[in-house]
């Protein structure tokens, strides 16, 4: 190898410069420094650097964007390594400042798991909670209905990892409301589970109620907040396809006056409105909080009751604290069907539909009463609560080498709390003094224990 | 939908501690505790005029 000694090279004519030929290999030496200071380097279109490039910043060569890799490619963060956002920049998903966690969903059974009173009941004319718990249905003299709870196997909200849906189907129409008519979906929060959206204070928090939602009808409906002093903030939602399962994200405005009461009662409860007659529709959407005007539940109305083709269906419902969109919408927060029982448990408890299930055992005192059948509550109640059973003749009382059945048709209640009850039973020809045990005779009885809001 | 009202004495029991009503067709004993939605219920129903039976 020869060496040419030269302080400069430049171009013998014009202004290009080449070095070597195409196929050359041009090394410059360990130790060696390439300085380009104030030059402009045009590199080809792809560069290769199998070891490591330095650099304080990398910016797109024109515009505002530039690709990191091709699909497919992998970018290892190695441990220890931090990635900051500036506190800014958008795109990193649920932020501790944007995303306030809670340990379990607010919405209870939000993913319609839980069926205790019955998976499916029909002929339903009158509102109350009849078959996917927490679920509550108002239905105001607005047509017949057949609630059930929906096994889903396919569609969007199942591939969304919803197994089960809340459905109601409309079996006797009502096309031509009466102005008091009403029809509405709705679930109810304690006011001690809802302190977090700081209602009533400067620092009062916004509300997004996400939910799967599919029906025949397609349109605008609308999704109404009421607090624990009646007023309401509304906002509405659009059904695009009909019988297509779609996500739909409300938003709420936050409201610095009237605090939810920190208590056990109704604080919070949110409303799908689904029908309703003149006195409900001739108003405005709400969409800051105001006293609750009837006119306004149901502007957006999708006249669910005009059709027995007619069905709307809902799952993965949840309520957060904040503002969000399907860009930032935190996850749903699924549970365990242990956890989701339990805290159904807090607002309705059935025992029974098992033979030979025991209520515990209680003394006789008379010929016909044994008492103090204590049965302790798994779950402490939100209140005490109501009592409710199968025939008495589904009960029996064993004891004395005999299997009694119960005479009475109501099983007692005695010092019932939110802890459990002390029942008491009629009997006949029962031997004072022996101890009784109440059980089921067949899978047909059963005592239920309901302190819902 | 509350179609009756009765109070309800336990078996054990001197005086009524509880409502028995029928609410949407099925029977209950309804304790006379404000926080139960049921009680709240028939306090309203009663308000609209109808009326709670005595204890047998």
């Given at each position: 190898m020869s060496t040419l000694n030269v302080d400069k090279v430049d171009p013998s004519t014009g202004t290009?410069?080449?070095?070597?030929?195409?196929?050359?290999?041009?090394?410059?030496?360990?130790?060696?420094?390439?300085?380009?200071?104030?030059?402009t380097l045009n590199l080809p279109t792809t560069i290769t650097a199998t070891t490591?490039?330095?650099?304080?910043?990398v910016s797109p060569a024109t515009g505002t964007a530039f690709a990191l890799g091709d699909s497919g490619d992998t970018f290892t963060v190695p441990s220890g390594a931090t990635i900051v956002n500036s506190g800014t920049a958008t795109g990193f998903g649920i932020t501790q400042t944007s995303f306030l966690p809670t340990a379990a969903p607010l919405i209870v059974n939000g993913d319609m798991a839980v069926a205790q009173r019955a998976t499916s009941s029909t002929g339903l004319t009158g509102s109350g909670y009849f078959t996917v718990d927490r679920m509550h249905w108002q239905n105001d003299t607005l047509g017949t209905w057949t609630q059930i709870q929906e096994a889903q196997t396919s569609g969007d909200a199942f591939d969304a990892g919803f197994a089960t849906a809340f459905r109601v189907d409309c079996t006797t129409a009502d096309a031509s409301p009466?102005?008091?008519?009403?029809?509405?979906?709705?679930?109810?929060?304690?006011?001690?589970?809802?302190?977090?959206?700081?209602?009533?204070?400067?620092?009062?928090?916004?509300?997004?109620?996400?939910?799967?939602v599919k029906s025949n009808k397609t349109g605008t409906a609308q999704v109404n907040l009421y607090d624990d002093k009646s007023r309401i903030c509304s906002g509405t939602y659009t059904i695009s396809s009909g019988d297509t399962w779609e996500h739909k994200i409300v938003t709420?405005?936050?409201?610095?006056?009237?605090?939810?009461?920190?208590?056990?009662?109704?604080?919070?409860?949110?409303g799908w409105a689904l029908d309703a007659g003149s006195n409900y529709t001739s108003g405005t959407v709400a969409t800051a909080w105001e006293t609750k005007a009837a006119t306004d539940e149901s502007?957006?109305?999708?006249s669910l009751g005009?059709?027995?083709?007619?069905?709307?269906?809902?799952?993965?419902?949840?309520?957060?604290?904040?503002?969000?969109?399907?860009?930032?919408?935190?996850?749903?927060?699924?549970?365990?069907?242990?956890?989701?029982?339990?805290?159904?448990?807090?607002y309705f408890q059935q025992r029974g539909k098992v033979a030979r299930i025991g209520y515990g055992a209680g003394s006789c005192h008379t010929s016909t009463v044994v008492s103090g059948c204590t049965i302790?509550?798994?779950?402490?109640?939100?209140?005490?609560?109501?009592?409710?059973?199968?025939?008495?003749?589904?009960?029996?009382?064993?004891?004395?080498?005999?299997?009694?059945?119960?005479?009475?048709?109501?099983?007692?209640?005695?010092?019932?709390s939110t802890m459990g009850v002390t029942t008491s039973a009629v009997g006949t020809s029962l031997a004072v003094g022996n101890c009784y045990w109440l059980n089921t005779v067949d899978g047909d009885g059963y005592i239920e224990w309901s302190a819902e809001l | 939908?509350?179609?009756?009202?009765?109070?309800?004495?336990?078996?054990?029991?001197?005086?009524?501690?509880?409502?028995?009503?029928?609410?949407?067709?099925?029977?209950?004993?309804?304790?006379?505790?404000?926080?139960?939605?049921d009680y709240q219920n028939i306090l309203k129903w009663v308000a609209e005029g109808n009326v709670i039976e005595e204890a047998d």
């Open positions: 290009d410069l080449e070095i070597g030929t195409s196929g050359d290999t041009i090394t410059i030496p360990s130790g060696a420094t390439l300085t380009t200071t104030s030059a490591e490039v330095k650099t304080n910043k009466a102005a008091a008519d009403f029809l509405q979906f709705h679930y109810v929060l304690e006011g001690q589970d809802v302190q977090m959206f700081k209602k009533g204070t400067s620092n009062a928090e916004t509300y997004t109620v996400a939910f799967w709420f405005a936050a409201d610095t006056t009237n605090a939810i009461d920190n208590d056990n009662s109704a604080g919070l409860e949110i502007v957006e109305n999708l005009d059709s027995t083709s007619n069905d709307w269906a809902i799952t993965g419902i949840q309520l957060e604290v904040g503002t969000y969109t399907s860009a930032d919408l935190p996850p749903f927060r699924h549970e365990s069907y242990g956890d989701n029982f339990s805290r159904c448990q807090r302790f509550f798994p779950v402490e109640m939100r209140a005490t609560p109501s009592q409710s059973q199968s025939a008495s003749t589904e009960f029996y009382l064993t004891g004395s080498g005999q299997n009694q059945v119960c005479q009475s048709d109501t099983l007692g209640n005695e010092g019932i | 939908m509350i179609t009756s009202a009765k109070y309800w004495k336990n078996v054990t029991e001197e005086e009524a501690h509880s409502i028995k009503a029928v609410i949407n067709g099925v029977s209950c004993l309804v304790p006379m505790d404000n926080e139960n939605t």
